[in-house]
């Protein structure tokens, strides 16, 4: 569609916006396309009607030092590099009712229950927006140029024209399929036993993703962790033992849960990924081109 | 303000706004929340293994880089191939998705530990040029 403004599409704007508050990639979806792969109870349109569109943004969750750093506690904490990905879906959805006139919401990563299912599939909208494909490593979205990012959305009921699916996946590398042909494995099934596959030729052929054991990794010390503690505190029945399953260093699980959601807290797949090491490296400036600004 | 203790006042108020069913009123705690013991023993690992939990994907047979979901039901289609209702499925699934050992969350940390004094920047092989040192 693209209507234009000051000899600049609609769609473009929207994407400069993004991009200028700090967003690395921005991409438009139909919610045609995004309900072709989303089952009813968990498409753009169950949760705004008339919903057409959807625009993804996506921004690096880490900083190159913290995919080098050997602490797990500097990466757990290190979820404030995605406060731009969580406010710039704020501003283009006003952008979209102030300046356009159409009903917006900002989506980010949430439970829809107490349990594990999402409203919406941010890596389905994302791969619709052309941000990127899945790999094998769990089906999580591979940009090319920054590997892994962390994805919002906003769900508008104006029509945009839509991005689409890349035309070539982005996973495997080459040097995966290198690994697959001579050991029948990848870096990331090496790293996680999480990770299943298969790659036909240049093609990934199948996935499969364990998520309940991804799930204890990426939330470790997350409120999950912290209630499954709690059941096994409460069914212990010597008081000594009780307390110092509370006090003791279990009580890791119990200190240091910030909020219900899907915070990433493992990376280890991720840390091995060429797409991503490639991705990370290529922002790292040359220690000789830094000494001359 | 009526003679009724507060609390039941707004227990009252809360029935009649839920729009519920009476018979859904007046159950223990258990009973909002979770579905039977049984029930769930009969059912916990189906709807684990038709859900999310176990994500399958297949190459796309027209070579489309979208990659073809296997099962990864939404709870509306788990209850609809197992006979249930949806919000036995959506009960089932909250109770069983972390109903796992707690030694898994244990094996966890020791996991990523390992794995970053092991390959401190993801590899054996240290090549990144801008590395400190």
Redesign the interface.
């Known amino acids: 569609m693209g209507c234009t403004m000051i000899g600049v599409a609609v769609e473009e704007k929207i994407k400069q916006i993004a991009l200028q508050r700090g967003a690395d990639v921005a991409g438009i979806a139909s919610v045609k396309d995004i309900n072709k792969s989303a089952p009813r109870g968990h498409r753009p349109g169950d949760l705004l009607a008339g919903a057409k569109s959807v625009i993804t943004i996506g921004a690096r969750r880490y900083t190159a030092g913290t995919w080098m750093t050997s602490s797990t506690e500097v990466m757990h904490r290190s979820r404030s590099a995605m406060g731009t990905r969580d406010a710039i879906p704020l501003v283009l959805a006003r952008y979209l009712e102030e300046k356009q006139g159409y009903p917006s919401i900002v989506y980010n990563a949430h439970m829809t229950d107490t349990g594990m299912n999402v409203s919406l599939s941010l890596k389905v909208l994302a791969e619709y927006a052309g941000l990127g494909s899945r790999s094998m490593a769990g089906g999580i979205i591979l940009n090319k140029k920054f590997g892994l990012l962390g994805f919002s959305a906003v769900v508008t009921t104006m029509e945009l024209t839509p991005d689409g699916l890349l035309s070539k996946p982005v996973c495997p590398h080459s040097s995966c399929i290198k690994m697959w042909n001579k050991k029948k494995t990848t870096p990331c099934m090496d790293a996680c036993s999480a990770i299943e596959g298969t790659i036909n030729g240049s093609r990934l052929q199948d996935v499969i993703y364990y998520r309940q054991l991804c799930a204890t990794r990426a939330l470790t010390t997350m409120n999950a962790a912290y209630l499954r503690l709690l059941s096994e505190i409460i069914k212990e029945e010597d008081p000594e033992k009780r307390k110092f399953l509370a006090i003791g260093q279990a009580r890791q699980y119990a200190e240091d849960p910030p909020g219900r959601g899907i915070w990433g807290r493992c990376i280890e797949c991720m840390r091995v990924c060429p797409v991503n090491r490639k991705a990370f490296k290529s922002f790292l400036k040359s220690r000789e081109g830094a000494a001359n600004e | 303000m009526s003679s009724q203790d507060y609390s039941e006042v707004i227990l009252e108020k809360s029935r009649k706004d839920s729009g519920l069913a009476g018979d859904s009123f007046g159950t223990s705690v258990y009973d909002l929340f979770c579905v039977p013991l049984d029930l769930y023993n009969v059912f916990k690992d189906r709807v684990?293994k038709l859900?999310?939990?176990?994500?399958?994907?297949?190459?796309s047979p027209d070579g489309?880089?979208?990659?073809v979901?296997q099962d990864q039901?939404?709870?509306?289609?788990i209850a609809e191939k197992l006979g249930l209702t949806e919000d036995e499925v959506?009960r089932i699934?909250?109770m069983t998705?972390?109903d796992?050992p707690?030694e898994?969350?244990r094996?966890?940390?020791e996991?990523?530990?390992r794995?970053?004094?092991e390959?401190?920047?993801?590899?054996p092989r240290r090549t990144?040029?801008?590395?400190p040192g």
């Open positions: 684990l859900s999310l939990a176990y994500q399958k994907w297949e190459a489309s880089v979208i990659l979901a039901l939404s709870d509306q289609e959506m699934r909250c998705e972390w796992i707690m898994v969350w094996n966890a940390a996991f990523k530990r794995s970053r004094l390959k401190p920047l993801g590899t990144i040029r801008t590395e």
